[in-house]
């Protein structure tokens, strides 16, 4: 599907710069009022939940939602900072229309975001992104006042995906004796994380829990997983959790220091899950999953497919194909028997829970090592990657390092889908040739853009 607006996760860009513009987003939010309000059962009017993480724009876009959403005849609750797992969680438990995130994710406070979630709580359909699109091109005509939305708070949000989240770690275990390291990013978690590991018993070290509105994910949180190493190291922690701003990305650290992505993390859950016999089909990654674990399920006989990047394209794979359980390097993790959407600490509770069912520690269960994988970003002019992709030096180039790899690494030559930027991943068994493949490949690409 053509999208104008919509990306992979929603709409997203520079605050400030089209489309994320107060003007823009309450349009946004009139538009998604009027689909939603033709989507309303028996002619109710529709409710929309409104959270989203620490940046300082947030207020402004939270205003121009709400206008938009009333002047549409669309109620608004209000949350607040509140991760976007936790948002799509209070959308379904409260039986509402639609809930929406602002939020950037791993992103600085510069950049926000718009992304949606259906009543069910998972990422909107595309014929209703679609449809939404389309509202954007009407006018906006506003509501007789009689049947504007009304807005309010709930003040009880944080407990109830609090408890929400100690819910999906089972009864018969606890995290009493340990001390674990807890890195919210100075984002949407700050207030909710170290609740929900201290309330099962573990003793928490929090960092990365005071938002100032500028400084989220700055030097913080799963995309500075070296912060998180630190604190382990500092203050003797058994373990180490680090979220990212909108707290649905999951690193983690054990007691030396030593980090674990996505990718080892799924490994975890999905290998304990298999010995307790509760693994329902396989285990979705995507086309940046790292081989060696891929090759790891392999061994233990649980079946792995891959999506195209991106936790949507993830979770349309996990529905598909019947399976629950699927995620991505960067950290995002999918347990779709615990919940709709990817959840950091749903994710971290995951993990303990597998580390205490096989009394064992994160180093013993990740029982193989990573590939080294080489990422390079190969700018071009826009609208052409895929005629760049196409030209006869390019595929030579790949179909060469193919052959020097053999069954011993992969090639992945992808357009990114937010900029002008071919990217081109290679990985095997040596640092020094993938680095050296990858090289090659990209002066290939630069010489035909």
């Avoid at 069910?120 to 992104?129: I, R, V």
Wanted: some cysteine; hydrophobic content about 45%; proline content about 4%.
């Amino acid at each position: 599907m053509s999208r104008k607006y919509f990306g992979t996760d929603g709409v997203r860009g520079t605050v400030g710069v089209a489309p994320i513009t107060p003007d823009f987003v309450m349009r946004l939010g009139y538009a998604a009022g009027k689909v939603l309000a033709r989507k309303a059962i028996g002619g109710d009017r529709p409710a929309v939940l409104i959270g989203k993480d620490t940046r300082v724009s947030g207020y402004m876009l939270e205003s121009a939602l709400e206008a938009g959403l009333s002047a549409a005849g669309v109620d608004v609750l209000l949350v607040g900072p509140m991760p976007t797992p936790g948002v799509a969680y209070l959308t379904r438990a409260l039986r509402l229309s639609a809930g929406i995130v602002i939020s950037a994710s791993h992103n600085p406070h510069q950049d926000n975001g718009i992304k949606f979630f259906s009543a069910a709580g998972e990422k909107l359909a595309d014929g209703t992104e679609s449809a939404i699109e389309a509202a954007l091109d009407q006018p906006l005509r506003c509501a007789a006042s009689t049947k504007l939305g009304k807005v309010r708070r709930i003040d009880d949000a944080a407990g109830r995906y609090i408890e929400f989240c100690k819910s999906t770690f089972p009864t018969n275990f606890d995290l009493r004796g340990l001390r674990i390291a807890v890195d919210c990013a100075h984002g949407a978690a700050y207030h909710i994380a170290p609740h929900v590991f201290h309330e099962l018993g573990a003793e928490v070290v929090t960092v990365g829990a005071a938002p100032d509105g500028f400084n989220i994910n700055r030097g913080v949180g799963a995309t500075h997983p070296e912060s998180l190493q630190r604190v382990v190291k500092r203050t003797k922690a058994d373990i180490g959790i680090a979220l990212d701003g909108d707290g649905d990305r999951l690193i983690m650290a054990d007691a030396s220091g030593r980090i674990y992505d996505g990718d080892e993390l799924l490994y975890v859950i999905a290998a304990q899950r298999k010995r307790a016999r509760r693994l329902r089909g396989g285990v979705v990654g995507t086309q940046m999953t790292n081989l060696a674990m891929a090759q790891a399920l392999a061994k233990i006989k649980i079946p792995f497919a891959r999506a195209k990047v991106g936790d949507r394209y993830v979770l349309e794979l996990l529905q598909t194909r019947g399976w629950q359980l699927g995620g991505e390097n960067s950290g995002h993790i999918v347990c779709l028997d615990q919940h709709t959407t990817g959840d950091g600490i749903v994710s971290a509770l995951q993990v303990l829970q597998a580390l205490q069912s096989g009394k064992t520690t994160l180093a013993q269960a990740v029982n193989f090592k990573l590939y080294p994988q080489v990422l390079l970003n190969v700018r071009i002019a826009a609208g052409a990657t895929r005629s760049v992709m196409s030209v006869a030096a390019v595929q030579q180039a790949v179909a060469a390092a193919e052959r020097t790899l053999g069954t011993a690494g992969r090639v992945l030559l992808r357009p990114s889908g937010t900029e002008p930027v071919i990217r081109v991943m290679v990985e095997g068994k040596s640092k020094s040739l993938v680095t050296q493949l990858a090289k090659k490949i990209a002066r290939a690409v630069q010489a035909a853009a």
